[in-house]
């Protein structure tokens, strides 16, 4: 009786793939509620009602805002305020608790920059719709713009107002991200060092435009630009901001 040799074929299954954690990183974001979503909708919705607030407050005291003479604000920019302080809370609060449970810098980054463009196109999609509900209304009939000022809503409406408030609010986030988790990385004096180069940066680039007389091109430019052509724009910082904070969570430490 001849023996038959079985050779046994062992099947591994594929290790499965780092970005499989990066829902996990994500909802990460959300662990305290209060920091993505309730705490700027209570910016937006608070700033919202003081400045409609304020406007009847005038109009009582003997204002009379008219199409031709309506009641502007820019209080909507509370909420794009809140959420930069928002974005280095998630660079101080989650980078260690992402370290700690494993998640590597590249799954913790994907992670982060989802949370954050959920967060700026629900923003850009508030923006928006509130922006389309004044100019229907005539700014709810008193003639009280918050969010669709003229500036935003001249040549793309609502939409281009939407998009350039997510791609702002993108960018305010990314910023705030930034500097915390350049902090993590090196020393305050270092940051502090880092932030004076900026400033030095931009002081130059403001004495150039000063010395040589192109802030009339400058002045043009920018009214030539949409609200749209103005998100675009935003762009460039942000994928910037994310290039950067990449290349600093790689060694930064918890």
Request: aromatic share 14%.
């Given at each position: 009786?001849?023996?038959?040799?079985?050779?046994?074929?062992?099947?591994?299954?594929?290790?499965?793939?780092?970005?499989?954690?990066?829902?996990?990183?994500?909802?990460?974001?959300?662990?305290?509620?209060?920091?993505?979503?309730?705490?700027?909708?209570?910016?937006?919705?608070?700033?919202?009602?003081?400045?409609?607030?304020?406007?009847?407050?005038?109009?009582?005291?003997?204002?009379?805002?008219?199409?031709?003479?309506?009641?502007?604000?820019?209080?909507?920019?509370?909420?794009?305020?809140?959420?930069?302080?928002?974005?280095?809370?998630?660079?101080?609060?989650?980078?260690?608790?992402?370290?700690?449970?494993?998640?590597?810098?590249?799954?913790?980054?994907f992670g982060v920059l989802l949370a954050f463009g959920l967060v700026?196109?629900?923003?850009?999609?508030?923006?928006?719709?509130?922006?389309?509900?004044?100019?229907?209304?005539?700014?709810?009939?008193?003639?009280?713009?918050?969010?669709?000022?003229?500036?935003?809503?001249?040549?793309?409406?609502?939409?281009?107002?939407?998009?350039?408030?997510?791609?702002?609010?993108?960018?305010?986030?990314?910023?705030?991200?930034?500097?915390?988790?350049?902090?993590?990385?090196?020393?305050?004096?270092?940051?502090?060092?880092?932030?004076?180069?900026?400033?030095?940066?931009?002081?130059?680039?403001?004495?150039?435009?000063?010395?040589?007389?192109?802030?009339?091109?400058?002045?043009?430019?920018?009214?030539?630009?949409?609200?749209?052509?103005?998100?675009?724009?935003?762009?460039?910082?942000?994928?910037?901001?994310?290039?950067?904070?990449?290349?600093?969570?790689?060694?930064?430490?918890?």
């Amino acid at each position: 009786m001849s023996a038959i040799a079985h050779t046994e074929t062992t099947v591994r299954a594929p290790a499965p793939s780092s970005f499989a954690r990066v829902p996990a990183a994500f909802k990460l974001q959300f662990t305290v509620p209060s920091a993505l979503v309730w705490i700027p909708l209570m910016a937006f919705f608070g700033a919202w009602a003081i400045s409609v607030g304020v406007g009847l407050w005038v109009e009582a005291a003997g204002a009379d805002f008219t199409a031709q003479s309506p009641f502007y604000s820019g209080a909507s920019q509370a909420a794009v305020w809140c959420l930069l302080f928002i974005g280095a809370y998630a660079a101080s609060h989650t980078f260690s608790f992402a370290m700690a449970l494993s998640f590597s810098r590249r799954v913790y980054i994907f992670g982060v920059l989802l949370a954050f463009g959920l967060v700026s196109v629900a923003y850009g999609v508030l923006f928006g719709l509130l922006a389309a509900l004044e100019q229907a209304t005539d700014g709810l009939g008193g003639h009280f713009y918050t969010f669709a000022l003229p500036f935003l809503v001249a040549d793309s409406g609502a939409v281009g107002a939407g998009a350039l408030a997510a791609a702002l609010c993108l960018a305010a986030m990314l910023f705030g991200f930034f500097w915390a988790i350049l902090y993590r990385r090196v020393s305050v004096m270092a940051v502090t060092i880092v932030a004076l180069a900026l400033g030095v940066v931009i002081l130059a680039a403001v004495m150039l435009v000063t010395t040589n007389d192109w802030w009339p091109e400058v002045g043009e430019w920018v009214m030539n630009q949409s609200a749209l052509t103005g998100a675009g724009w935003f762009l460039i910082p942000i994928v910037g901001l994310i290039l950067a904070s990449y290349a600093i969570i790689r060694r930064a430490t918890p």
